[in-house]
């Protein structure tokens, strides 16, 4: 397994589960490391798959009743691994709710961690809630929160400031990690919102997500990453249409199965450049079910007049997740992958972590009964 995010971990649980022996190697942290702190699964999953034929849940070739059975599966057994690491998961893909981060926008989420779980925004409307400010820290302004609460989202919010006055001077919010929570006094609140980071909260309470760095990444990428070779692949063995051998300088890990789990820009799995590249193989990058090496300029002026686009690059995979070739063609019977490096979706939109979990999920699956 090349890639310690939540593919490359789902992966892993997913291919040791099916009794294989797993070896993960990760670099770094990479962008599960940056979520805010509300996992995106998927919106619409019959929508989904009758307008993107290029997304990769589409590109599975499954119809929606084997999906949800495989997301069902996939994210009851991520929550109990992660809540085992002391990450306590809540939600599930089919419910979809509100969550605000520390400047009361609305961003929505179907799993959240359970310290953000009581602050789903529709449930908290009419109700007054207490918005912990803490004065020494620069980068968050409760009041401009609590506001932010009330008119967007109709509750009785205000700002609740608690002084921590043993932080270091032009403190920012990172400065509050792994602290208790401090309660404010003398005030009448339903429920309790915490910038992101503290610990030990009180009952009636719950974190706003956040932006990066974030305290809800950091989390999960020390939940996830425990076990991981810290290595950079930098080339494949290959032979006879099949991988065979994965280098990190002199190191050497064969396996009967590799899966890529490597990310998109932020881990690694791709490198932008006058044409977006696979540094490790070579394999196809694609663009809405085209080569991006074919499309010329049009990619680059697409860049500029709408950069969201550009998201939407990245892999593309056959329906067992085995990564194509420019020319369409899957070259490796024993590679697979997974999670953001692929395309055809927009990687922080509304599947962001539904396409690594479900794609990693599945692959480590395959993977395992090809190791048997
Ligand atoms: C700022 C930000 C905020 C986001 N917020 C949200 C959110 O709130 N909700 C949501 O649903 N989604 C969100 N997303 C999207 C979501 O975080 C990602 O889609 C998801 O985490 C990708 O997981 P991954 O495992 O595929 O990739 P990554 O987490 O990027 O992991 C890639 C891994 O591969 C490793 N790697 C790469 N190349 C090599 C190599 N050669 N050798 C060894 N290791 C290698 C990297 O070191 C890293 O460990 C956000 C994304 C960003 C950037």
Same mark, same amino acid.
């Given at each position: 397994? +090349? ?35 509300? $996992? ?24 929606? &009743? =084997?999906? =949800? ?17 002391? /990450? ?32 789903? /925004?529709?449930?908290? $409307? ?7 400010? +803490? ?22 919010? &205000? ?23 401090? +309660? ?51 080339? &494949? ?15 050497? &890990? ?56 550009? $998201? ?14 420019d020319d369409g063609a899957a070259p490796y019977s024993n590679l697979y992958a997974v999670g953001a490096v692929l395309g055809g979706y927009e ?7 539904? +396409? ?6 599945? =692959?480590?699956?395959? =993977? ?5």
């Amino acid at each position: 397994m +090349v890639g310690g995010g939540i593919a490359g971990y789902t992966a892993a649980l997913a291919a040791r589960r099916d009794g294989a022996e797993v070896t993960v190697i990760a670099r770094a942290p990479g962008a599960t490391a940056l979520y805010a702190g509300g $996992m995106e699964i998927v919106d619409n999953l019959e929508s989904l798959l009758a307008s993107q034929p290029h997304h990769p849940i589409s590109r599975l070739g499954m119809d929606g &009743f =084997a999906l =949800a059975t495989e997301l069902d599966s996939a994210i009851s057994i991520l929550q109990l691994a992660l809540s085992k690491e002391g /990450l306590k998961l809540e939600g599930g893909w089919r419910t979809r709710g509100m969550y605000a981060d520390i400047h009361g926008l609305a961003r929505p989420a179907n799993v959240v961690p359970s310290t953000v779980a009581s602050g789903e /925004l529709r449930s908290l $409307m009419g109700k007054r809630v207490a918005v912990v400010g +803490v004065p020494e820290v620069g980068d968050y302004d409760a009041t401009s929160t609590a506001l932010a609460l009330k008119e967007l989202h109709g509750i009785e919010a &205000f700002a609740a400031e608690v002084a921590i006055p043993d932080l270091p001077p032009a403190a920012s919010l990172t400065d509050l990690y792994g602290r208790r929570a401090p +309660v404010p006094k003398r005030i009448k609140a339903e429920w309790i919102a915490y910038p992101p980071g503290f610990s030990n909260f009180p009952d009636n309470s719950f974190e706003l997500l956040a932006s990066a760095p974030s305290p809800h990444g950091w989390r999960l990428q020390q939940a996830i990453g425990l076990g991981a070779i810290a290595a950079e692949i930098t080339s &494949f063995d290959v032979g006879q249409g099949r991988i065979t051998a994965a280098r990190a300088g002199d190191r050497i &890990f064969r396996g009967d199965a590799f899966i890529l789990a490597t990310g998109r820009h932020i881990g690694g799995g791709l490198r932008a450049g006058r044409s977006t590249v696979e540094p490790l193989l070579g394999l196809g990058v694609f663009y809405e079910g085209q080569a991006v090496g074919a499309l010329g300029t049009r990619l680059h002026h697409l860049r500029y007049l709408d950069p969201a686009s550009e $998201m939407r690059t990245g892999l593309a995979t056959d329906k067992r997740l085995h990564p194509l070739t420019d020319d369409g063609a899957a070259p490796y019977s024993n590679l697979y992958a997974v999670g953001a490096v692929l395309g055809g979706y927009e990687y922080s939109g509304p599947c962001g972590f539904g +396409v690594p979990i479900l794609t990693g999920w599945l =692959a480590g699956r395959w =993977a395992a009964k090809q190791a048997a």
